[in-house]
């Protein structure tokens, strides 16, 4: 059973309260909850979530939920939040039986994964044959103003630990088609959420270089940029035309296949041509 927010331990209270000032990961989770439909008497797993609330908010959709982290440090504050079913991952394998998950969600972890390939098929390993998949990755593409901008201010991705960067829509389809249906994969988060979002990370990495784990600091950025990311919100409605810094993906498992992707002439494999004309 989900414990209620008064229940909540005073770490998991800090946890709380920089999730509520934290616009994007508030978005994140919309998205997500938006592409998983009723988790109602089903076995879910999460892996990979950068704030452990987004778990506790996420068992609370109902069903019996189990949550992947990275390290021990990382179980500590994940368990404080939501009581139980917690595991260490070694970041090759997941530590389930086969076809034991009805749905399996990916919270920005694939960029972690050394061999995003290798992971995908072990998340196909401990879905049930009719299994869905949702997967959240950082978004890349040509001319995404504000990717020199974040590496000038030293956010690249090898400093926050990621194998690689991102994916754009083609990518993410390449890396899932062997195992599963794609239904369905839309970006979200457009420029000035991310403009906002990229100050306060950069400010976050400085409070944690000079006071590691001082959440206190980490929680008093996130109050500053709280007004900043209403307003940015309210001006990225205006871009609804454009597409975002973050990529989610919706798929059901099917039985494993490699399938190697036709070529067109321009040099573009059918699924870039597919997806770029569904998002155009």
Known sequence: ???????????????????????????????????????????????????????????????????????????????????????????????????????LVIIDYLERAE??????????????????????????????????????????????????????????????KHGFDVHNMHSYSRFFVELTDTFAQFFKARAKESDPGNEKKIKNIYSLAFLPYRIAYQFDMLLFFTRGYNLIATAKRRAWRPRNTPVLVDGRSISEAVLHKALD
Request: some cysteine.
């Open 1 to 103: 059973m989900v414990t209620t927010e008064k229940e909540l331990s005073v770490q998991a209270k800090q946890n709380l309260s920089i999730f509520r000032r934290a616009l994007p990961m508030q978005v994140k989770l919309h998205e997500i909850i938006r592409s998983l439909g009723s988790t109602e008497k089903l076995v879910c797993l999460d892996i990979g979530a950068e704030n452990a609330m987004m778990s506790y908010y996420l068992r609370k959709k109902g069903g019996e939920w189990h949550s992947a982290v990275t390290g021990q440090r990382e179980c500590e504050a994940m368990n404080s939040v939501v009581g139980d079913n917690v595991y260490v991952m070694d970041g090759k394998t997941l530590p389930f039986k086969k076809s034991f998950f009805d749905v």
């Open 115 to 176: 061999s995003d390939e290798s992971f995908i098929e072990e998340c196909h390993r401990v879905l049930k044959p009719d299994g869905r998949l949702i997967v959240n990755v950082a978004h890349i593409r040509p001319w995404m103003v504000l990717r020199p901008m974040q590496q000038m201010m030293g956010l690249t991705y090898d400093k926050k630990g990621l194998v690689r960067p991102g994916y754009s829509e083609s990518q993410l389809f390449n890396i899932l």
